[in-house]
Nanobody, 119 residues
């Protein structure tokens, strides 16, 4: 079994910064990709940023403000969020696409962490 544990959410004023972390643990052989998604009240879950093989991908609303990075040795992905806006308010979810020690390719989600940006 694999677990994703997120941390770093909270309440911040517009223009502020937060850093999210997500650590994967368990029966992991290798990780293909890790990333972040978010879901605001009444809206569908949407992509924020992903990283895979040294490449990164960002949703247009966060380009230039958010940075995704990964520590492969720690199986951890980070999301540095700067210049936060009220519309960034959402529950942020970590996602991992990986191979387990059983040789199966599986996809996992974290439990979510709340980010609230006040105006």
């Amino acid at each position: 079994q694999v677990q994703l544990v997120e941390s770093g959410g909270g309440l911040v004023q517009a223009g502020g910064s937060l850093r999210l972390s997500c650590a994967a643990s368990g029966s992991i052989f290798s990780i293909n990709a890790m990333g972040w998604y978010r879901q605001a009240p009444g809206k569908q879950r949407e992509l924020v940023a992903t990283t895979s093989g040294g490449r990164t991908n960002y949703a247009d609303p966060v380009k230039g403000r958010f940075t995704v990075s990964r520590d492969n040795a720690k199986n951890t992905v980070y999301l540095q969020m700067n210049s936060l806006k009220p519309e960034d308010t959402a529950v942020y979810y970590c996602n991992a696409d990986l191979y387990t020690n059983r040789g199966t390719r599986e996809n996992y989600w974290g439990q979510g962490t709340q980010v609230t940006v006040s105006s």
